[in-house]
């Protein structure tokens, strides 16, 4: 089960991974024009995620360049987890 929460949390990883380097490069999208200032305020990963199986269960690190209110639960009817940044 330990195995399955981790390939969970690694899926969302990259999914969250993705959407930040979509999101940063729509910012770099203008050439040269400055970012729009409603958007300026968004986290970041400052670095790639870390997830590590140990045996005590999964350890996720992110780095982000702000704090960030979140939560994580789980979902059934396919068994996920869900991490969610507001």
Known sequence: MRGLWAALV???????WGASA???GAGQAG?????DPALTALARLAEPPRLQD??????LELSLTQ???WRVFTLDA???LVLDFS
């Open 10 to 16: 690694a899926i969302c990883l990259a999914g969250l």
């Open 22 to 24: 979509l999101a940063q």
């Open 31 to 35: 050439q040269g024009t400055p970012p």
């Open 54 to 59: 140990t045996r005590r269960g999964a350890v």
């Open 67 to 69: 704090p960030v209110p």
């Open 78 to 80: 396919p068994p996920r």
